[in-house]
């Protein structure tokens, strides 16, 4: 079975820094696409970035800010936020999707983590 477990959020200041972490098991991602989405109260689902082997793609509201990484190794995707901003505060979602091809929509992906919280403080 198919597993993703995010890990890493927390409160922090304006300005600061996190580090998510995603943990895959169940098989091996490394031809899948890995994703975070993120989802405020009262808003939908909204996608963060994407990666697919060297292929990544961000929302223009992290762009020079957020980074996204993955071990394959590891089975891991990892995000570090930097500049971190009170409208970052979200929980963030970790996604897998199995087509070819780096998608924005919620429903492109296949696997979703639980979801672990980030609040940013102004």
């Known amino acids: 079975q198919v597993q993703l477990v995010e890990s890493g959020g927390g409160l922090v200041q304006a300005g600061g820094s996190l580090r998510l972490s995603c943990a895959a098991s169940?098989?091996?991602?490394?031809?899948?696409?890995m994703g975070w989405f993120r989802q405020a109260p009262g808003k939908e689902r909204e996608f963060v970035v994407a990666?697919?082997?060297?292929?990544?793609y961000y929302a223009d509201s992290v762009k020079g800010r957020f980074t996204i990484s993955r071990d394959n190794a590891k089975n891991t995707v990892y995000l570090q936020m930097n500049g971190l901003k009170p409208e970052d505060t979200a929980v963030y979602y970790c996604?897998?999707?199995?087509?070819?091809?780096?998608?924005?929509?919620?429903?492109?992906?296949?696997?979703w983590g639980q979801g672990t919280q980030v609040t940013v403080s102004s």
């Open positions: 169940g098989r091996t991602f490394s031809s899948y696409t």
């Open positions: 996604a897998v999707r199995r087509g070819l091809g780096v998608e924005i929509g919620v429903r492109e992906y296949d696997y």
């Open positions: 990666i697919r082997w060297s292929e990544n």
